[in-house]
């Protein structure tokens, strides 16, 4: 599997920090990313615990 750039780790990392939490069609629509590479991206920062995933909405760990 491939694994995403820092650079769309970062861009969504800092999409969250200003909306707090977002389904992944808000992420999609706000960052102009493809779905697919939207969870690769959300799977690596859950695997380094800075966000949660419920579901379809994704919100920043505390």
Not at 6 to 28: F, G, I, K, V
């Amino acid at each position: 599997m491939r694994s995403e750039s820092p650079r769309r780790l970062d861009l969504l990392y800092l999409y969250l920090t200003t909306a707090r939490s977002a389904t992944m069609d808000e992420l999609q629509n706000g960052l102009g990313l493809p779905k697919m590479s939207l969870y690769t991206i959300v799977r690596t920062l859950r695997e380094r615990e800075l966000v949660k995933q419920d579901g379809e909405t994704v919100t920043l760990s505390n």
